[in-house]
């Protein structure tokens, strides 16, 4: 079975850091999108990061722009997003999801992505 798996979540203080990863088992990354997203309760999932890795171009969105790096480990079959300069507002469950979006105007569109993982809680407080 296909799965995405993310790790790394945790409580941190406000200008904290923290790191998460994806990694993908039965399948490879290299010929997909991973995508970064978040959700608070009552709100939308909001899109925020995702890695086109057969050419590894990066997007990001502004709420998270020059804080936020998505790399990936080939080797590790795994998706990493490194997560500096916190705030309070970036505190939610954070997903990762495998796809292959048509265009650049739908990498933060949830439709075009097939596999999710469960999630992982960040909490950033004092």
């Known amino acids: 079975q296909v799965q995405l798996v993310e790790s790394g979540g945790g409580l941190v203080q406000p200008g904290g850091s923290l790191r998460l990863s994806c990694a993908a088992s039965r399948f490879s990354l290299d010929y997909y999108v991973i995508g970064w997203f978040r959700q608070v309760p009552g709100k939308e999932r909001e899109g925020i990061s995702c890695?086109?890795?057969?050419?590894?171009?990066?997007y990001y969105a502004d709420s998270v722009k020059g804080r936020f790096t998505i790399s990936r480990d080939h080797a590790k079959n795994t998706v990493y997003l490194q997560m500096n300069s916190l705030k309070p507002e970036d505190t939610a469950v954070y997903y990762c999801?495998?796809?292959?979006?048509?265009?650049?105007?739908?990498?933060?569109?949830?439709?075009?992505?097939?596999?999710w993982g469960q999630g992982t809680q960040v909490t950033v407080s004092s």
């Open positions: 999801a495998g796809g292959r979006p048509l265009t650049s105007a739908l990498m933060y569109t949830e439709s075009e992505y097939e596999y």
């Open positions: 890695i086109d890795i057969a050419v590894g171009t990066t």
